[in-house]
């Protein structure tokens, strides 16, 4: 099956700066706000965001792992922190690819169930095949691909990059 290179490391580089900015613009009035990452590849997405948000505001931002079922969506959702720590705040939740919006829906209905400040996602590349009614406030790219078309994203050290299969 052959692959197409959709982002390579520099640009992948340039959007986390530039949705770290963004973020940044919409939370600017805040002390500290959650960055919320699904895991896997949503989370790794997540830090690389953080990081570089720390690196240009005075922010205190708190890192948490969303776990969900991609298999199984309605299952109970769960964070590495809790429910206390992030109750009250601005909370950004990322994923790295936005496909059919099942696993990001599912997330943000588990973070409604606790009084925030401003709610807001982030997703690296945006397929536009959605089957639900959610959207990306922050994304890198948006990419309309056929539906037998796969998007990939690899985190590797120094090697991060997205391909359509």
Same mark, same amino acid.
Do not use: H, K, L
């Given at each position: 099956?052959?692959?197409?290179i959709i982002l390579k490391q520099i640009e992948i580089e340039h959007i986390i700066k530039?949705?770290? &900015?963004?973020?940044?613009?919409? &939370? *600017?009035d805040e002390q500290s706000i959650v960055i919320a990452g699904i895991s896997a590849n949503g989370f790794v997405f997540a830090k690389k965001i953080a990081e570089s948000l720390t690196s240009i505001s005075a922010i205190q931002v708190e890192l948490c792992e969303v776990f969900i079922d991609k298999i199984n969506p309605t299952l109970p959702v769960t964070t590495s922190i809790d429910k206390k720590e992030y109750q009250n705040k601005g909370l950004v939740l990322v994923d790295d690819v936005l496909n059919s919006g099942t696993t990001l829906v599912y997330g943000v209905r588990h973070f409604l169930d606790v009084p925030l400040k401003k709610f807001k996602t982030a997703v690296l590349i945006d397929r536009n095949h959605k089957k639900?009614? *959610?959207k990306a406030d922050f994304k890198g790219i948006s990419l309309s691909t056929s539906l037998l078309e796969h998007v990939n994203v690899v985190f590797e050290?120094?090697?991060?990059h997205a391909f359509l299969s």
């Open positions: 099956m052959s692959q197409n530039r949705i770290a &900015f963004q973020i940044y613009e919409t &939370f *600017v639900y009614p *959610v050290n120094n090697n991060d």
